[in-house]
């Protein structure tokens, strides 16, 4: 971990122009509000690059098009990109030493790659395959026939059951179980049946997945986990869910079976998705929303329980706190007309 780089080689690290003094030393990162004198932060918009002159950061990235600061300045594409690319310069993942502690299990006929690191208590089963630089943290349970891709991160109490596939570049936060049988029951004579889940699950590269995750194996074939996504915690997708590449889930989302997420598709906290649907590419499904019905493309649904189009949604919140007057007046509509429809005496 670098103790300090001049403002020169952070404008080189992400493609920047400086604005200011190119020697200036910076010590560390740091949000905006608070980021004490030698860091360096970020701002990204109108009301963030109106507070630059209150902080007391050394420089700021900023948008390539901004300059109007007496501050230093780095001009980039997209400041908190460039923000966070340092970030993990000054604050880098610390890996232990490569190296097998002696209280892992390792099954018979594991293939294991160079440089990796299997902590204490981490339980290997037969012929799993572990790629170059991968990282094991202690207590994590792979099962037989499993295949992990190079440099991928598994951290502790995750556990990757049998004949499961993880691609390169993966990171894989607590507690998360990948492979779990899927939902799959048939009832007869008032008792459920469970059907066999022959499938695996599929993780493609540079996925990270949160917390507490549970990735169900498909019924037949695979679950399949696309390049790029990004998921929160305690985030459910059931048996042969497709979810695209890039696309992002976060938290409490749930995906019920054989349904299809596009790519750059954002499922916002508490998103619940009906099985055997389609959710297209680049669309957006608000917090709280539940989705029964397939979305179109770059299609933006939302309205707690139940799916709508967004701006209708937007037009029913001026409704909403009406409705108590609303109702009132339509009881008494009722009334007056049920009096105007009394038969004369």
């Not at 200011?20 to 905006?32: E, F, K, R, S």
């Not at 499993?146 to 894989?172: K, M, W």
């Not at 054989?258 to 750059?264: D, L, P, V």
Request: glycine share 12%; hydrophobic share 40%.
């Amino acid at each position: 971990m670098p103790t300090s780089m001049t403002l020169k080689a952070i404008a080189d690290q992400v493609a920047g122009k400086v604005a200011g003094d190119p020697d200036t030393i910076i010590t560390g990162v740091g949000p905006l509000e608070s980021a004490a004198e030698g860091e360096i932060t970020f701002a990204e918009k109108g009301p963030s690059l109106q507070k630059i002159a209150e902080s007391r950061a050394a420089a700021v990235f900023v948008p390539a098009d901004f300059s109007d600061s007496s501050k230093n300045l780095v001009q980039v594409k997209n400041p908190r990109l460039a923000f966070a690319n340092i970030l993990s310069c000054f604050y880098p993942l610390k890996r232990p030493a490569p190296g097998i502690h002696p209280s892992a299990v390792i099954g018979e006929g594991c293939r294991l790659g160079r440089e990796i690191c299997i902590g204490a208590g981490t339980v290997l089963g037969a012929n799993v395959t572990i790629g170059d630089g991968v990282w094991l943290h202690p207590l994590v349970a792979i099962g037989d026939d499993v295949v992990i891709g190079n440099d991928t991160v598994i951290y502790p109490h995750v556990a990757i059951l049998e004949r499961c596939r993880i691609g390169q570049r993966v990171t894989i936060h607590a507690g998360t179980v990948i492979g779990s049988d899927g939902y799959g029951f048939v009832q007869d004579g008032g008792r459920h049946y469970k059907i066999p889940q022959t499938g695996i699950v599929r993780i493609d590269d540079d996925v990270e997945l949160g917390a507490g995750n549970t990735i169900d194996r498909a019924t037949f074939g695979e679950t399949w986990i696309q390049t790029g996504v990004k998921t929160d915690n305690q985030v459910h997708v059931a048996h042969n869910v497709v979810v695209g590449a890039h696309t992002l889930l976060v938290a409490q989302v749930g995906i019920s079976g054989s349904t299809t997420i596009g790519h750059h598709a954002i499922l916002a906290g508490q998103a619940g998705i009906a099985g055997h649907i389609s959710i297209g590419n680049s669309s957006v499904v608000g917090p709280k929303t539940g989705v029964a019905h397939s979305v179109a493309d770059k299609e933006i649904v939302s309205g707690g329980l139940a799916a709508m189009p967004h701006r209708t949604w937007l037009r029913l919140q001026h409704v909403i706190p009406n409705l108590p007057e609303l109702f009132k007046q339509v009881r008494q509509l009722e009334k007056r007309l049920s009096e105007l429809e009394r038969p004369a005496s």
